[in-house]
């Protein structure tokens, strides 16, 4: 068996070897490979605890052996190869499955709870363990998005926006289990298709089908907004009550020339905006101007920030999950592409612990978990949904959340491949 001189490297301090060239065989696979790290690290310290490794060789991960990727990759086996080894993840299994009447559009998950948001016109509050604690009723129509603001105690507060061009903000108090409408937020003249609230828990911001987005207090009073209705517009009998107190926005910012699909708060000064005008906007919240424009070719249907890598993810209607650098003067610069999914990309959310994970979700049917190392192919594709998957989310301990077509919602788990007895 020929040899090939490798030198191995990793960005995790815990299970660096020596930088220098070994000899391994060309025909070796991930698990020789990770005997070979094993080993090295055993002879450096004798307590250690086997650790399944996957390996990266020119940003691919290695599905075969060595010699056989190198040739698909055109990479010279005369030099020195470069490779880089991760802690491997095992494939995420469904674990829960919960369930509401018609096709689920929205997840939002906190550290002990699940927010779904359905077109059965309810949002459902989840334990983490797929129990159903409550279900919040007061639209008229499909709820497009949902989102936490904040919690104190046990009071929460919560965001539903919906196809009746409102969304509602509803304090909801664990221990008596009780939901109660404090506002229904008016302004928008389409459907309300996204929502997200600041990183302080004071505002949030919204987008709809009528191109706009409004900034809105997250604030809670006893006091009602009154709401200037066109004069020429005949005004709409309404069949129920309204829940909780008009509320109208602080400031909306117009620029995009469709609707807007997805929103988020890259920080507490800015906003960031997708749409399906093909652009991607970035906003001053303090003066409401609009500072950079990213655009692509196809419509963004989502659009997801990390704080930790600082890069924009998006998912479009061509398939492909594209990275950003939302601080970048060129505009239409495309740091990397993910192509795997063969329908519209209708959900991407980076991991919140890990700066190279990214879960995304498409009509294809397909949940795929990434490492955006390696960009050819996802880590895992996760085929539990029977129908088209529309949300996706990760809870801060690591659970992967997926909603679809098929009125599911799945939770999976997932960890390191670890044999680590000692930890």
């Known amino acids: ?3 090939l001189q490798a030198r191995f490297f990793t960005e995790n301090k815990r299970y660096v070897v020596d930088d220098v060239p070994f000899s391994i065989p060309a025909g070796s696979e991930v698990q020789d490979l990770s005997n070979v790290i094993n080993t090295l690290l055993e002879a450096k310290n004798a307590s250690h605890s086997k650790v399944e490794f996957d390996f990266l060789v020119k940003s691919q991960f290695l599905r075969t052996s060595l010699s056989a990727h190198m040739e698909t990759e055109g990479i010279s086996t005369e030099e020195v190869v470069e490779i880089e080894y991760v802690e491997r993840i095992t494939a995420p299994e469904p674990e829960e499955c919960m369930m509401h009447d018609d096709w689920i559009s929205s997840v939002h998950a906190d550290a002990e709870w699940i927010l779904t948001g359905s077109y059965d016109k ?3 509050i989840w334990s983490v363990e797929g129990k159903a604690v409550m279900t919040v009723a007061g639209h008229t129509d499909v709820v497009k998005d949902v989102a936490w603001v904040r919690r104190d105690g046990l009071n929460s507060l919560l965001l539903t926006a919906s196809l009746d061009q409102t969304i509602l903000l509803w304090e909801w108090n664990s221990e008596k289990n009780k939901v109660t409408a404090k506002h229904c937020c008016r302004g928008h003249t389409g459907s309300v298709d996204t929502v997200a609230t600041d990183p302080t828990g004071s505002k949030f911001c919204s987008g709809s089908w009528d191109k706009m987005l409004k900034i809105w207090s997250a604030v809670p009073t ?10 020429d517009r005949p005004r709409k009998k309404q069949k129920t ?3 909780g107190l008009t509320r109208t926005p602080l400031m909306t910012l117009s620029g995009h020339n469709e609707a807007v699909s997805s929103v ?3 920080d507490t000064e800015e906003i960031c905006s997708a749409s399906w005008d093909h652009t991607i906007r970035m906003w001053d919240v303090e003066t409401g101007e609009m500072k950079t424009t990213l655009t692509g070719s ?5 659009i997801s920030y990390s704080p930790l890598c600082r890069r924009l993810a998006s998912g479009s209607t061509d398939r492909h999950i594209r990275l950003w650098d939302p601080r970048t003067k060129d505009g239409s610069l495309v740091l990397l592409s993910l192509t795997s999914h063969t329908g519209w990309v209708t959900a991407v959310k980076w991991a919140p612990s890990h700066e190279h994970q990214l879960v995304s979700g498409s009509l294809d049917n397909l949940v795929k978990l990434w490492d955006t190392r390696s960009c050819k192919a996802p880590l895992y594709d996760l085929a539990a949904h029977e129908d088209k998957v529309f949300c996706v989310d990760w809870t801060e301990s690591g659970l992967m959340l997926s909603g679809g077509a098929d009125n599911k919602l799945y939770t999976y788990r997932y960890s390191a491949c670890q044999t680590d007895a000692g930890a």
């Open 122 to 124: 309810t949002a459902r």
């Open 222 to 231: 006893d006091e009602a907004d009154t709401v200037e209705e066109p004069a």
């Open 241 to 243: 009550q309204q829940l």
């Open 298 to 302: 196809k419509v963004f249907n989502c």
């Open 264 to 266: 988020l708060w890259s």
């Open 1 to 3: 068996m020929s040899q």
